[in-house]
Each structure stands twice: as structure tokens, then as C-alpha cells.
Nanobody, 128 residues
């Protein structure tokens, strides 16, 4: 049984940092791409970042490039999202998701329907 468990969310002031973790069980991480999505109130899920764990290739949406860093630890079966310089626009529920794809384009990795497994989400609130 595959499980993805997110942690690390919380309340942070603008300009602050958080590190999210996505712990995977029931799958071998290096065979999957793991993505982070976020969902703000009243909006759809937005692809934030993705990592192809077979070679460590990272992907980012434009609004987080230079601020967020995705990384994977295949030995711990965990993917991390380091988020710096947070702003109110980063507020939302953050989900990690897993898909088994070799070729990743922006459209492929940022489309929620392409993912096989999802975590339950962790809340990130950026507010003073």
C-alpha cells in the first residue's frame, strides 16, 4: 500500500522560510517523479515543483524559481521542499504526489490528473 505523508507546514511571517517533507512508503522513490502542488482557498491545485528521482532533475513553476528548492533522499524515501522568501501568495495547502513517468515536461508534471498517489496535505500560512 502506497502512502505519502507530508509534514513541515505552519504559520510563518512574510520573508520567512519553511521546509516541507514528503515521506513515501510502499514505493521505490527512484522509480517515481514526486511533485508538490498547492491549493489556495477557492482555487485549483497548482504545480509548484517536481523532482525526477531517477536522476535528481528538478522542475519549478516560474513564480517559485530562485526561492524554492526541491530535493530527494532516496535512502530515506523522502522528498523535501525548501521554501525561502515566502509571501502571502504562497499560502495554501501543500500536497505531494507521485507519478511513474520518465519524460517530464511542464505540462506533464504540473497536471494533477497525471498522478497516481497523493498525500493528505499540509497547511502553509504566510501572514504577519
Amino acid at each position: 500500500q502506497v502512502q505519502l505523508v507530508e509534514s513541515g507546514g505552519g504559520l510563518v511571517q512574510p520573508g520567512g522560510s519553511l521546509r516541507l517533507s514528503c515521506a513515501a512508503s510502499g514505493l521505490t522513490l527512484d522509480s517515481y517523479a514526486i511533485a508538490w502542488f498547492r491549493q489556495a482557498p477557492g482555487k485549483g491545485r497548482e504545480g509548484v515543483s517536481c523532482i525526477k528521482n531517477s536522476d535528481g532533475s528538478p522542475y519549478y513553476t516560474a513564480s517559485v524559481k530562485g526561492r524554492f528548492t526541491i530535493s530527494g533522499d532516496n535512502a530515506k524515501n523522502t522528498v523535501y521542499l525548501q521554501m525561502n522568501s515566502l509571501g502571502s501568495e504562497d499560502t495554501g495547502v501543500y500536497y505531494c504526489a507521485a507519478m511513474k513517468r520518465a519524460l517530464l515536461t511542464f505540462k506533464i508534471w504540473s497536471t494533477p490528473s497525471g498522478y497516481d498517489y497523493w498525500g493528505q496535505g499540509t497547511q502553509v500560512t504566510v501572514s504577519s
